[in-house]
């Protein structure tokens, strides 16, 4: 378990740094786990011990119109949300890789922004910036709003992805006839593909989960499943809440198990 030429006080401090984030991952964790069989209840209200255990909110999340109508509306802002800022973080990674990129530095922490800034801010500006060109109470504010709050996630994977990538390949492919975009997608994306696709699944999880620039800027038609869920939580607190937050749970660690595959099936084949 340890490494032999450690001294005693050595591993003594690496049992406690294992010891203490143990701690703070289970004092993250506990709240999520909490949370997962409440949503298995068969009583009209949330509390423990469970003694009957049922699907019954699930069956109700799935036959409630109103339910059935923001998981809609959420995948819909996502899936759009994440193919713009998977598209426009792409290009803003490849150009900010470009030598001839002036400031890439300041640029990436432009364009990092959207992640520095607390959300309540975004979400402030979102409603006024969006309120003087009728973009609230829209679906296409909501998926602008969502593609900012992508696009840096794109930017870091791709940009991470292109560390490793020569660009002298694509100089080559140029100097044979190849266009710009035949060059792109035949010699760049096959290989910064990963972090593509990372960057695509994290963008999605982070549009499916947010809720306070949709407290701004959505109207009743856009309401998304978090949307949903606060309102919920303000007039009446059932089981049935329980059950859309073990989907999306269910849902935000199958997309990050993907991003991970996907890390990993690319590192492999660096590797060999």
Not at 108 to 124: D, Q
Not at 139 to 154: C, D, E, N, Q, S
């Amino acid at each position: 378990m340890f490494d032999p030429s450690l001294t005693r006080g050595e591993k003594i401090s690496v049992s406690l740094t294992f010891i203490v984030t143990g701690l703070v991952l289970l004092f993250l964790i506990t709240p999520i786990l909490a949370i997962i069989p409440l949503s298995f209840t068969a009583d009209s209200i949330l509390s423990y011990p469970i003694e009957n255990w049922s699907l019954r909110w699930y069956r109700v999340l799935i036959e409630n119109p109103v339910w059935a109508g923001v998981t809609r509306n959420s995948l819909i802002i996502a899936f759009a949300a994440t193919i713009c800022a998977t598209i426009l973080g792409t290009l803003a990674s490849i150009g900010l890789n470009s030598r001839y990129c002036p400031k890439p530095g300041v640029i990436t922490a432009f364009l990092l922004t959207p992640m520095i800034v607390p959300v309540i801010i975004t979400g402030v500006a979102s409603y006024f910036f969006y309120s003087k060109f009728g973009l609230t109470n829209s679906y296409a504010g909501m998926i602008i709003a969502h593609t900012i709050l992508g696009i840096p996630f794109v930017v870091i994977t791709v940009s991470a992805t292109l560390q490793g990538f020569d660009m002298n390949q694509q100089r080559a492919a140029y100097s044979l006839g190849a266009r710009p975009f035949y060059a792109f997608r035949t010699v760049i994306m096959p290989q910064i593909s990963p972090g593509v696709i990372s960057g695509a699944l994290f963008a999605f999880v982070t549009s499916f989960d947010e809720v306070i620039v949709a407290l701004f800027i959505a109207g009743t038609e856009q309401y998304t499943l978090p949307r949903q869920m606060f309102s919920g939580i303000r007039e009446n607190l059932d089981p049935t809440i329980a059950a859309v937050a073990t989907v999306m749970i269910v849902v935000s660690l199958t997309v990050l198990a993907l991003a991970q595959y996907v890390s990993a099936r690319a590192e492999a084949k660096r590797s060999s």
